[in-house]
């Protein structure tokens, strides 16, 4: 089994699905209570359905699954068998799924009737995709699967990013990049065997197949996941399941706070991980009890995690997210304060796009992540936000994250988003989101004057909306907010 203290030795998937088998719990769902066993017969099923399909080593094979024993089995059975995993967003529409199914070069399609409201039987046929299979209504049986002989150079998935602000790219990521970043930012979190480890995001997004169900794998942990994301049934499963790790971005855990029945669970939840701000952070261990959480950075090209902090550091640095890259990856800072990242996690590229691909880095080899941060000077990661969300008002970039982290400073906001509109004058001023936490009711202009009273005056928002949510507007099933769509809906409201 893997230990934070061992070196880390290229393998593949099924090493460690077969060295971990054995009578403890790997899996829990709503509907399934997996022994490590249990998943890797569960996955050796799935391997020998797929090889009599005529699926082999380097096809590829989408899967529009939910969060489940499903997902799990198809993914670790198309890994033994030397298979690409294609993961397909649940909230994408005909014309996206056919899209990723072309682009990847999928050569089959296991998928659900219906998910979400969505149903993707009639998408399925208005696509036209020949070689698809509704797991919800068909047995797929097959003989015993036949070993084939996989390297951990091997491609393990072709991740499509979440398009928060471009069309998605398909990222090419091996068994040893995900499997080696499991292992270690495993270490850095501190996860062990006997950690009961709930998933909040996706398994369609690295966050969810990387550093929650590879993690758990690498360590021998037991992950307990939902079909999706809801704040009340995630509260519950963690006080059932007796959970001690959680991971997610600042949103989920302010959706996890700002729930009604917060208050009332009994939660036992040591640590894990978040990609939060400071403010975010700093409730996450007050009023969750998460004293050993780590801050966490990263990015799919990078299969994900770049930075992340050891459970053992001070706590003011885990809060502030300043984190240390893993071991043997580096950071550097460009002139443009943009955030490159070098060294073996990094993506073999994006799927039949070479132009795309070449874009991604600089000439040199260096990954540009189109995010903004500096290095402190013992090389930890400061981030700072989205290069392409710098807005400049009156000649002064603002970073959206650095008002957002204002405004989540107000007693009575639970989220907050900020993006940059046009404007005569200044040539682009602040356009501010934000969700109230449960029980409170104030005026958008008090808002206003809070962040006035804290903020330089090109750093406040010219406009600030209160909203109920951003399902309406935009986000991403991964729990991130969709800029694009919140400026389209900004300029509709702004009438330009």
Same mark, same amino acid.
């Given at each position: 089994m893997?230990?934070?203290?061992?070196q880390w030795?290229?393998r593949?998937l099924?090493?460690f699905?077969?060295e971990?088998?054995?009578g403890?719990?790997?899996?829990?769902?709503?509907?399934?209570?997996?022994?490590?066993?249990?998943?890797?017969?569960?996955?050796?099923?799935?391997?020998?359905?797929l090889?009599a399909?005529?699926?082999?080593k380097?096809?590829?094979v989408?899967?529009?699954?939910?969060n489940?024993e499903d997902?799990?089995?198809f993914?670790y059975g198309?890994?033994?068998?030397?298979?690409?995993?294609?993961?397909?967003?649940?909230r994408?529409k005909?014309?996206e799924?056919?899209y990723?199914?072309?682009?990847s070069?999928?050569?089959a399609?296991?998928?659900?009737g219906s998910?979400?409201?969505n149903?993707y039987a009639?998408?399925?046929?208005e696509?036209?995709?020949g070689?698809?299979f509704?797991v919800s209504?068909?047995v797929?049986?097959?003989d015993?699967m036949k070993?084939v002989?996989?390297?951990?150079q091997d491609?393990?998935?072709i991740?499509?990013?979440?398009?928060?602000t471009a069309y998605?790219?398909?990222?090419?990521?091996t068994?040893?990049?995900m499997?080696?970043n499991?292992?270690?930012?495993?270490?850095?979190?501190g996860?062990?065997?006997?950690?009961?480890?709930?998933?909040c995001r996706p398994?369609?997004?690295?966050?969810?197949s990387?550093?929650?169900?590879?993690?758990s794998?690498?360590y021998g942990?037991?992950?307990?996941?939902?079909p999706?994301?809801?704040a009340?049934?995630?509260l519950?499963?963690?006080e059932?399941?007796?959970?001690?790790?959680?991971?997610?971005n600042d949103?989920? %855990?302010?959706?996890?706070?700002?729930?009604?029945?917060?208050?009332?669970?009994?939660l036992r939840?040591?640590?894990?991980?978040?990609a939060?701000g400071?403010?975010?952070?700093?409730a996450?261990?007050?009023r969750?009890?998460?004293?050993q959480?780590?801050?966490?950075?990263g990015?799919?090209?990078a299969?994900?995690?770049?930075?992340m902090?050891d459970w053992?550091e001070?706590?003011?640095l885990r809060?502030e997210?300043?984190?240390?890259?893993?071991?043997?990856v580096?950071?550097r800072?460009?002139?443009e304060?943009e955030?490159?990242v070098?060294?073996w996690?990094?993506?073999?590229?994006?799927?039949?796009?070479?132009?795309a691909?070449?874009?991604? %880095?600089t000439p040199d080899?260096w990954?540009k992540?189109g995010?903004?941060?500096?290095?402190?000077?013992?090389?930890r990661?400061?981030m700072?936000?989205?290069?392409?969300?710098?807005f400049r008002?009156?000649?002064?970039n603002?970073?959206?994250?650095e008002v957002e982290?204002?405004?989540?400073?107000?007693?009575?906001v639970?989220?907050?988003?900020?993006?940059?509109v046009?404007?005569a004058?200044?040539?682009?001023?602040g356009?501010a %989101?934000?969700t109230?936490k449960?029980?409170?009711?104030?005026p958008?202009?008090?808002?206003?004057?809070?962040?006035?009273?804290?903020?330089a005056?090109f750093?406040?928002?010219?406009?600030?909306?209160?909203?109920a949510?951003?399902?309406?507007?935009?986000?991403?099933?991964?729990g991130?907010?969709?800029k694009?769509?919140?400026?389209?809906?900004?300029?509709?409201?702004?009438?330009?």
């Open positions: 893997a230990s934070a203290g061992a030795r290229p593949v099924g090493d699905l077969q971990q088998a054995s403890r719990d790997a899996l829990v769902t709503p509907t399934a209570r997996l022994s490590y066993a249990g998943l890797l017969e569960k996955a050796r099923q799935r391997a020998g359905a090889q399909l005529g699926l082999g380097g096809d590829r989408a899967l529009l699954l939910p489940g997902w799990l089995a993914f198309a890994a033994l068998i030397g298979a690409v995993t294609v993961p397909v967003n649940t994408f005909a014309a799924i056919d990723c199914l072309k682009k070069g999928a050569r399609l296991f998928y659900v998910f979400l409201k149903d009639a998408m399925v046929r696509i036209g995709f070689n698809a509704d209504r068909s797929l049986a097959g015993t070993s002989a996989v390297d951990p491609l393990l998935l991740q499509f990013t979440s398009g928060t998605p790219k398909g990222v090419m990521l068994h040893d990049s499997l080696r499991a292992w270690a930012a495993g270490a850095r979190v996860i062990r065997a006997e950690d009961r480890y709930f998933n398994f369609f997004h690295v966050g969810g990387t550093l929650s169900a590879l993690m794998l690498v942990a037991c992950l307990a996941t939902l999706t994301f809801e009340g049934a995630a519950a499963m963690l059932r399941e007796r959970c001690t790790l959680i991971s997610g949103t989920i %855990f302010q959706m996890l706070m700002g729930h009604e029945d917060f208050p009332r669970r009994r939840l040591r640590g894990g991980w978040a939060s400071p403010q975010t952070m700093r996450i261990i007050d969750m009890g998460m004293t959480v780590c801050a966490a950075y990015l799919s090209e299969s994900p995690n770049v930075v902090s053992r001070p706590e003011a809060v997210g300043l984190a240390l890259p893993l071991p043997g580096e950071l800072i460009s002139d304060k955030i490159q070098r060294g996690g990094l993506m073999k590229g994006y799927v039949d796009d070479p132009e691909t070449a874009k991604a %880095f080899g990954l992540t995010d903004l941060g500096e290095l402190t000077a013992d090389g990661l400061r700072s936000g989205r290069l392409k969300d710098v008002v009156g000649g002064e603002v970073a959206p994250a982290e204002v405004l989540l400073s107000h007693p009575a639970e989220t907050a988003q900020v993006i940059g046009p404007d004058r200044l040539g682009e001023v356009y %989101f934000v109230l449960s029980g409170f009711s104030v958008e202009e008090e808002i206003l004057s809070f962040a006035k009273a804290k903020s005056n750093r406040v928002p010219r406009y600030l909306r209160i909203v949510d951003f399902e309406s507007i935009g986000m991403t099933a991964s991130k907010v969709q694009a769509k919140l400026r389209e809906y900004a300029l509709r409201e702004l009438g330009h």
